[in-house]
């Protein structure tokens, strides 16, 4: 009895390898699933930079703004991407099963990408000040760039936050494989919206 018990463990676990392979895990799959997002993700990335020719007011009022641009899109996009990840791997070890405030998976996820977000755009203000000053240029000063980073990332994190999570879990339900998906959707999205937020807390930062 214990052989053929095994023997039926072994048979399931194959039926369920082969069906993930053929169904998530193939070239195909992939190809088909990632290939619109990613076409998706180079109009994005031109979006972003008609927001930053938008801004050219902003970079002239602002020294040094131009210095933290590309940090701030990396750090935007590089722990968006990576909470889409998670949530992706989450959602596949049936740890989150939908958008629930009440689920510590899914409130962990998000708040530890929003400090991380706060404290490296802290340092990321404080580093393109002096950057800027090393290259040889006026910078507007350590605060308000800190400032305007500090401002963008949260903001932004936070829109991208429930953007990810509500991503990984209705391309799951539709049945998408999240890491195909996800990851260049919230990049692109990242930047659009980071781009936006930068652009918005500059402003800000000028009134006052």
Do not use: W
């Not at 990632?34 to 020719?53: Q, R």
């Not at 989150?96 to 962990?108: C, K, V």
């Amino acid at each position: 009895m214990p052989s053929e018990s095994h023997r039926d463990e072994d048979l399931f676990e194959s039926q369920y390898i082969e069906k993930y392979l053929s169904e998530y895990a193939s070239v195909s799959s992939i190809v088909r699933e990632a290939l619109p997002f990613e076409l998706i993700a180079t109009v994005g990335g031109v979006a972003a930079g008609i927001i930053l020719s938008g801004m050219t007011d902003e970079l002239g009022i602002i020294p040094g703004l131009l210095v933290i641009y590309p940090g701030v899109l990396g750090l935007r996009g590089n722990i968006s991407s990576t909470l889409g990840s998670r949530l992706g791997s989450a959602i596949h070890l049936g740890l989150i099963t939908d958008l629930d405030r009440h689920n510590p998976e899914l409130m962990n996820n998000i708040s530890g990408s929003l400090i991380l977000s706060v404290i490296t755009a802290f340092i990321l203000g404080i580093l393109g000040h002096y950057v800027t000053l090393a290259l040889g240029f006026e910078s507007a000063g350590v605060f308000k760039l800190t400032l305007i980073c500090v401002i963008s990332a949260f903001t932004s994190g936070v829109i991208l936050s429930f953007v990810a999570a509500l991503l990984a879990v209705g391309m799951f339900r539709f049945g998408f494989d999240p890491d195909n998906v996800v990851t260049p959707s919230i990049a692109t999205i990242g930047d659009i919206v980071s781009m936006l937020m930068l652009f918005l807390s500059a402003k800000l930062v000028v009134m006052f």
